[in-house]
């Protein structure tokens, strides 16, 4: 079947709101002609000016986080009310850099994809395996899990709103991509572990992204494989010309 691509550029902690407005005004020019879903997901301070430069754009802007909270005695944290206030539609969800250094653990992960459905937001849940555990031989075994312990609670019909980002941990920021092969199968494992949970046509029906180190170079070959719909791609999604191109892929 043939499914939508959705590049997403997951910022990090980059670009003031200043240069976001900068940038995605730019950005909106040169996307105008795609038909996939294009996605910045920039730092909470930013995503007001984000919002107003992308609206009546194709640009669908994401935060990076959230907290599965209502509200509360959670200092420096950002609640799901606060997030569709501002009219956010997307979130990333347990990206490994919140796992490693802000003890997100797949409990957490769990609760805040829960507590994005429900407040109608559209998660990307970010798995993916340490170098470790890919030499070990356990990463299917592993994504399989992770897969399983974040979409727990989840109906059918909300898996109509989840995205799923495939990061192998050794591929982020490294410039050491997967190959096309290690990362389609791995997306393929993440399907089959949605028929497993939901059954062929929601699994077929599913957007599951790679994500690490995608530049303008391996972009077009990694989005046209089989099971692979799209990336979140981290570094080369701050510079205009390089996301240009990595959303015009196809061109
Ligand atoms: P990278 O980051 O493209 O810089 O490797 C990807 C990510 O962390 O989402």
């Not at 206030?85 to 919140?98: A, F, N, T």
């Not at 109906?155 to 980002?165: L, W």
Request: charged share 25%; with cysteine; glycine share 8%.
């Amino acid at each position: 079947m043939s499914r939508k691509k959705v590049i997403a550029g997951n910022w990090k902690m980059n670009k003031t709101p200043s240069e976001t407005s900068i940038f995605i005004t730019e950005l909106s020019d040169r996307v105008k002609q795609t038909k996939d879903i294009v996605i910045c997901a920039v730092p909470y301070v930013c995503l007001t000016a984000a919002l107003k430069s992308a609206k009546r754009t194709k640009i669908k802007i994401a935060a990076q986080n959230l907290h599965f909270e209502d509200n509360g005695a959670f200092t420096g944290e950002v609640s799901t009310d606060m997030l569709t206030d501002l009219g956010v539609k997307y979130v990333i969800v347990g990206h490994s850099e919140r796992r490693q250094y802000y003890n997100e653990t797949d409990a957490t992960v769990n609760k805040k994809i829960l507590k994005a459905l429900k407040a109608g937001l559209k998660p990307i849940l970010c798995v993916g395996e340490s170098l470790d555990q890919r030499e070990m031989g356990v990463t299917s075994d592993f994504v399989r899990y992770q897969v399983r312990y974040a979409l727990n609670g989840v109906s059918s019909e909300d898996m109509k709103n989840v995205i799923i980002a495939y990061e192998p941990i050794w591929a982020i920021g490294t410039g050491k991509t997967a190959t096309n092969e290690q990362a389609n199968d791995v997306c393929k494992t993440i399907r089959e572990t949605l028929v497993e949970l939901y059954g062929r046509r929601v699994a077929n029906a599913a957007l599951i992204q790679y994500g690490g180190s995608v530049n303008v170079k391996n972009a077009n070959e990694l989005f046209n494989m089989s099971d692979i719909d799209g990336g979140l791609v981290g570094g080369a999604s701050l510079k205009i010309d390089d996301f240009d191109k990595i959303v015009n892929y196809n061109k």
